[in-house]
């Protein structure tokens, strides 16, 4: 079984900066790729970033340019780092991990078997 444990969300002014973190817990062989997705009030869960277990990282078009994904070399603790940060950003943003399978791109929900319980992120203008 594996366990994911979201931290570091906050809030901050528009224009920062902030840093997730993802402990993964278990078995994270299992995990060939991991990603973030993030989910804004009265809107659907969206993918945010991927990284698969080659190192290749994917993003949403809204994340790229600001947003990035890294893991660690033992591939238990993802992060991801997020700059420019917009209102349009604030979201309870979740850690996901595939069982035994890869992803294409950011990949989509039903593509993740493990969800941590999310951190929030609220950026104000």
């Known amino acids: 079984q594996v366990q994911l444990v979201e931290s570091g969300g906050d809030s901050v002014q528009a224009g920062g900066s902030l840093r997730l973190s993802c402990a993964a817990y278990?078995?994270?062989?299992?995990?060939?790729?991991m990603g973030w997705f993030r989910q804004a009030p009265g809107k659907e869960r969206e993918g945010v970033a991927s990284?698969?277990?080659?190192?290749?990282?994917y993003y949403a078009d809204s994340a790229k340019g600001r947003f990035t994904i890294s893991q660690d070399n033992a591939r238990n603790t993802l992060h991801l780092q997020m700059d420019s940060l917009k209102p349009e950003d604030t979201a309870m943003y979740y850690c996901?991990?595939?069982?035994?399978?890869?992803?294409?791109?950011?990949?989509?929900?039903?593509?993740?078997?493990?969800w941590g319980q999310g951190t929030q992120v609220t950026v104000s203008s």
């Open positions: 996901a991990a595939t069982y035994l399978g890869d992803v294409d791109g950011v990949g989509v929900l039903d593509d993740y078997y493990y």
């Open positions: 278990g078995n994270t062989y299992r995990m060939p790729c």
């Open positions: 990284i698969n277990h080659r190192g290749h990282t």
